[in-house]
């Protein structure tokens, strides 16, 4: 105020000497009035500002901006990806393939003549090319799964349908004739190798097979053909990097079950997607588990000994689900849920196989047994279990030689009784006998399983490189 009534003065002395006291109150009164108003409109102004910014900001947050490719521009930048990644990957493919040093975040770089894994580790900062090796990838990764080999194969193979068919549509074909002709050639390419594939009957072709999985390592290659002889078709063969001067061969007793983990937040290996527990407490269950009460006294005894926990069960529901996950996630109990494999009468012999071999009780309502009466003697053991999203392998079971043996017997009687009269009749005992016992290692169900093993694989440490895993290797070629 003091700087505006000076001013005023000063403009006054200026024009004229002889204005009086009560013009300049009008002016200065007029002047704080033009320079309040001046303020207000600022503030509105500001006011308004504040408001289409937050507008603004709540839009974006709201919404995301999509970039939408048609026709020849979105083909061909999603071509440019198969063809980018293939590229990549090809050079892995067949007995004579180059490896592929991929960068990592953290350590030295990956060396590696997996086609699977060069696929992973590619992106692309467009994202239309991204969707196009996504396509690829995801061929990649089911072919993996199903044969655990033969992905730089399908890669090349993916490409080569893709490129075509682009060059199909770009010249006028119709896609869905196109789609029709693609399905029909591939039964017949996969009817014509069918029809020329030759089976492995020996020990020196499986051998060669792995030679040639094994980037041509003749010595695991015949590691691998030893570990087929002793476990069989129905065994399981698991490889591992070991920390000896020797490639080593390792046999383990063990059970094979054709389920899996009923929820992916079991894992604790994120990098193979599988569930492993060391000396874990087993608690087989023949019904349902719906309720919180019914397991509280198995967390805690497996809390109280600090030990990891595999319950067995015809179904675990909602509620017995959620405490699960959340002590595994929360309280760090390493804690694991499947369905018991079978049906019926059959999972009641599955259950009891299981409890044979682990040297746990099976607890059912029929003989009075229910999960809040349970004595931790009912609970059985092992040395490991490995849970994938299929199957589960347990491993070297505390359970008694004797009762397992008697177990197997059983199972062998039933066989016996399962066989045409005929034979009973005119086949020799001893022959009938090695015929029984032939169907039961065949047998797919777990009563079979029994006797199945593992065969544990430790290669010898590299320094020069990592060893690439076994997915691109004959199959590939």
Same mark, same amino acid.
């Given at each position: 105020?003091?700087?505006?009534?000076?001013?005023?003065?000063?403009?006054?002395?200026?024009?004229?000497?002889?204005?009086?006291?009560?013009?300049?109150?009008?002016?200065?009164?007029?002047?704080?009035?033009?320079?309040?108003?001046?303020?207000?409109?600022?503030?509105?102004?500001?006011?308004?500002?504040?408001?289409?910014?937050?507008?603004?900001?709540?839009?974006?947050?709201?919404?995301?901006?999509?970039?939408?490719?048609?026709?020849?521009?979105?083909?061909?930048?999603?071509?440019?990806?198969?063809?980018?990644?293939?590229?990549?990957?090809?050079?892995?493919?067949?007995?004579?393939?180059?490896?592929?040093?991929?960068?990592?975040?953290?350590?030295?770089?990956?060396?590696?003549?997996?086609?699977?894994?060069?696929?992973?580790?590619?992106?692309?900062?467009?994202?239309?090319?991204?969707?196009?090796?996504?396509?690829?990838?995801?061929?990649?990764?089911?072919?993996?799964?199903?044969?655990?080999?033969?992905?730089?194969?399908?890669?090349?193979?993916?490409?080569?349908?893709?490129?075509?068919?682009?060059?199909?549509?770009?010249?006028?074909?119709?896609?869905?004739?196109?789609?029709?002709?693609?399905?029909?050639?591939?039964?017949?390419?996969?009817?014509?190798?069918?029809?020329?594939?030759?089976?492995?009957?020996?020990?020196? *072709?499986? %051998?060669?097979?792995?030679?040639? !999985?094994?980037?041509?390592?003749? @010595?695991?290659? =015949?590691?691998? &053909?030893? #570990?087929?002889?002793?476990?069989?078709?129905?065994?399981?063969?698991?490889?591992?990097?070991?920390?000896?001067?020797?490639?080593?061969?390792?046999?383990?007793?063990?059970?094979?079950?054709?389920?899996?983990?009923?929820?992916?937040?079991?894992?604790?290996?994120?990098?193979?997607?599988?569930?492993?527990?060391?000396?874990?407490?087993?608690?087989?269950?023949?019904?349902?588990?719906?309720?919180?009460?019914?397991?509280?006294?198995?967390? *805690?005894? %497996?809390?109280?000994?600090?030990? !990891?926990?595999?319950?067995?069960? @015809?179904?675990? =529901?909602?509620? &017995?689900? #959620?405490?699960?996950?959340?002590?595994?996630?929360?309280?760090?109990?390493?804690?694991?849920?499947?369905?018991?494999?079978?049906?019926?009468?059959?999972?009641?012999?599955?259950?009891?196989?299981?409890?044979?071999?682990?040297?746990?009780?099976?607890?059912?309502?029929?003989?009075?047994?229910?999960?809040?009466?349970?004595?931790?003697?009912?609970?059985?053991?092992?040395?490991?279990?490995?849970?994938?999203?299929?199957?589960?392998?347990?491993?070297?079971?505390?359970?008694?030689?004797? !009762?397992?043996?008697?177990?197997? @017997?059983?199972?062998?009687?039933?066989?016996?009784?399962?066989?045409?009269?005929?034979?009973?009749?005119?086949?020799?005992?001893?022959?009938?006998?090695?015929?029984?016992?032939?169907?039961?290692?065949?047998?797919?169900?777990?009563?079979?399983?029994?006797?199945?093993?593992?065969?544990?694989?430790?290669?010898?440490?590299?320094?020069?490189?990592?060893?690439?895993?076994?997915?691109?290797?004959?199959?590939?070629?």
């Amino acid at each position: 105020a003091s700087s505006i009534s000076l001013c005023l003065f000063s403009s006054e002395s200026i024009c004229s000497t002889t204005t009086t006291t009560t013009t300049t109150t009008a002016a200065a009164v007029f002047v704080m009035y033009r320079l309040a108003a001046n303020l207000a409109s600022k503030s509105r102004i500001a006011r308004n500002n504040a408001q289409q910014i937050s507008s603004n900001l709540s839009w974006r947050r709201n919404y995301a901006a999509k970039d939408i490719k048609f026709g020849v521009d979105a083909r061909a930048l999603m071509l440019r990806g198969v063809e980018e990644l293939a590229d990549a990957v090809k050079v892995t493919m067949g007995p004579k393939g180059r490896n592929v040093v991929i960068e990592q975040s953290y350590g030295a770089p990956k060396v590696t003549k997996d086609g699977v894994t060069v696929a992973k580790s590619i992106e692309f900062k467009d994202r239309v090319k991204n969707v196009g090796a996504s396509l690829v990838k995801q061929v990649a990764n089911a072919t993996n799964d199903v044969a655990g080999d033969g992905t730089t194969c399908a890669t090349v193979l993916t490409r080569a349908i893709y490129s075509e068919g682009c060059k199909s549509v770009a010249a006028g074909m119709n896609a869905m004739d196109l789609r029709r002709g693609i399905t029909m050639a591939v039964d017949s390419v996969v009817t014509n190798l069918k029809s020329r594939a030759r089976m492995i009957s020996t020990s020196e *072709e499986i %051998a060669q097979v792995g030679t040639i !999985s094994a980037n041509g390592e003749r @010595e695991i290659g =015949e590691l691998i &053909a030893k #570990a087929m002889e002793k476990v069989g078709k129905e065994g399981v063969i698991t490889i591992s990097d070991g920390k000896t001067l020797y490639n080593e061969l390792e046999v383990v007793e063990g059970m094979k079950l054709d389920r899996g983990y009923i929820s992916p937040y079991f894992i604790t290996n994120p990098k193979n997607q599988k569930c492993e527990l060391d000396d874990p407490l087993i608690l087989i269950h023949e019904k349902k588990i719906s309720s919180l009460n019914a397991i509280v006294k198995v967390l *805690e005894l %497996a809390l109280k000994n600090q030990r !990891s926990l595999l319950i067995v069960a @015809e179904d675990i =529901e909602s509620e &017995a689900l #959620a405490t699960l996950i959340l002590n595994k996630l929360r309280a760090g109990i390493k804690v694991c849920a499947i369905k018991a494999p079978g049906f019926g009468e059959n999972r009641k012999s599955n259950l009891q196989d299981l409890a044979t071999l682990t040297g746990g009780e099976v607890i059912t309502d029929e003989l009075g047994m229910n999960l809040e009466k349970m004595a931790p003697e009912m609970l059985g053991t092992c040395k490991r279990v490995t849970i994938s999203k299929d199957d589960t392998v347990i491993l070297d079971g505390a359970g008694d030689k004797k !009762s397992i043996e008697e177990r197997c @017997e059983q199972v062998v009687v039933l066989l016996f009784y399962m066989l045409p009269r005929s034979w009973k009749i005119f086949l020799p005992p001893i022959l009938i006998r090695r015929l029984v016992f032939k169907l039961f290692k065949m047998l797919s169900s777990v009563s079979s399983l029994l006797t199945t093993t593992e065969a544990v694989i430790v290669e010898l440490p590299k320094d020069e490189k990592e060893t690439p895993s076994m997915g691109s290797g004959m199959g590939d070629y």
